[in-house]
């Protein structure tokens, strides 16, 4: 059992920035490779970014490339997502994951993910 904690969600204008924190407890944080997804009203949940259990491989959707950046701190069981350059259509619930015994290091597969936080919400105003 893994459990995970999103916070850092918020209201941001356009153009603006937030940086999204994930704590995880009940494993080894090390050996868990993690991923961020988001989910806008109407919508289903898509992939965000994704980082290895080491924290050095990372993959990107092509929406948010170049724009946020996600990273894993194995010294504080926390991961995390900077968000540069806001967009209204960054605008969603924003959920951390974890792949408990990852056979690649990154996944961009919802159904990959064993263990799913709560969600923060994300709102990007025009």
């Known amino acids: 059992q893994v459990q995970l904690v999103e916070s850092g969600g918020g209201l941001v204008q356009a153009g603006g920035s937030l940086r999204l924190s994930c704590a995880a407890s009940?494993?080894?944080?090390?050996?868990?490779?993690m991923g961020w997804f988001r989910q806008a009203p109407g919508k289903e949940r898509e992939f965000v970014a994704a980082?290895?259990?080491?924290?050095?491989?990372?993959d990107y959707a092509d929406s948010v490339k170049g724009r946020f950046t996600i990273s894993k701190d194995n010294a504080k069981n926390a991961v995390y997502l900077q968000m540069k350059s806001l967009k209204p259509e960054d605008t969603a619930v924003y959920y951390c994951?974890?792949?408990?015994?990852?056979?690649?290091?990154?996944?961009?597969?919802?159904?990959?993910?064993?263990?799913w936080g709560q969600g923060t919400q994300v709102t990007v105003s025009a």
């Open positions: 994951a974890v792949r408990v015994t990852p056979t690649m290091p990154t996944s961009n597969d919802a159904r990959r993910y064993d263990y």
């Open positions: 009940g494993r080894p944080f090390s050996s868990l490779a």
């Open positions: 980082v290895s259990w080491s924290g050095r491989i990372t």
